[in-house]
């Protein structure tokens, strides 16, 4: 299994363009969500889906769209880019969980960093 | 909203033992987590401990919470320079699908 595998690993834009980050994972998790991490501020939840044709939002989700056509993928969208997007961005994908809360082991891809000017 | 907290860096020598704190404030929390992001890569689950546990031992790491202080530890045995990353501790509370909520990571650098 390649586990969950994220494209590209670097990216450059300037500001006003869009772009999307593509996120993949072959292990048939159900759950898939987007982070951003910033020196000093840990990993902040962009977006989530629990399934394929479900998405939400998370903490930080302005700036950002997503979709989940297939279980397999879920790709990042930035409309269009602002420096305050310069980031590095972890995709990660879990097996469902029971309600009430449950042990949730979350596989991280090796992340995007991405500038924009 | 929910807060989780760590200090940010850690500096140890090789064959010292490294604790690293964490503070949540989430009394729903039911999981609490360790990954470990070494550089350059992705998170990596180190450990976890179920919320009616108090200690935790897996090889040279050993897991102590203390709930009514909503206050986790990691801490690692004879400290190697394999040991050097950045330390996530993390919180899921009762939401259905075991959202996590980060901490803002401990830097622990080892040195000879």
């Known amino acids: 299994n390649a586990g969950v595998t994220q494209t590209p690993k670097f990216q450059v834009l300037k500001t006003g363009q869009s772009m999307t980050l593509q996120c993949a994972q072959d292990?048939?998790?159900?759950?898939m969500s987007w982070y951003r991490q910033d020196p000093g501020m840990g990993l902040r939840l962009i977006h989530y889906?629990?399934?394929?044709?479900?998405?939400d939002q998370g903490e930080v989700p302005n700036g950002y769209n997503v979709s989940r056509s297939t279980t397999e993928d879920f790709p990042l969208r930035l409309l269009s880019a602002a420096p305050s997007q310069t980031s590095v961005y972890f995709c990660?994908?879990?097996?469902?969980?029971?309600?009430?809360?449950?042990?949730?082991?979350?596989?991280f891809g090796p992340g995007t960093r991405l500038t924009v000017l | 909203g929910e807060d989780v907290e760590q200090s940010l860096f850690l500096s140890v020598r090789e064959g010292d033992s490294s604790v690293i704190n964490c503070t949540y404030t989430?009394?729903?929390?039911?999981?609490l987590y360790w990954y470990k992001q070494e550089p350059g890569a992705g998170l990596q689950l180190l450990t976890y401990?179920?919320?009616?546990?108090d200690m935790k031992q897996d090889q040279r790491l050993t897991v102590l919470l203390n709930k009514k202080d909503k206050h986790l530890s990691l801490r690692i045995a004879d400290t190697q320079t394999g040991d050097s990353a950045i330390y996530f501790c993390?919180?899921?509370?009762?939401?259905?699908?075991?959202?996590?909520?980060f901490g803002a990571g401990t830097q622990v650098v080892v040195t000879p």
């Open positions: 990660a994908s879990s097996y469902s969980v029971t309600s009430g809360g449950s042990y949730n082991e979350q596989f």
């Open positions: 292990m048939n998790h159900e759950y």
């Open positions: 889906s629990v399934g394929a044709g479900i998405t």
């Open positions: 989430d009394s729903s929390s039911t999981y």
């Open positions: 401990i179920f919320s009616n546990m």
């Open positions: 993390a919180e899921s509370g009762a939401d259905s699908w075991g959202k996590l909520q």
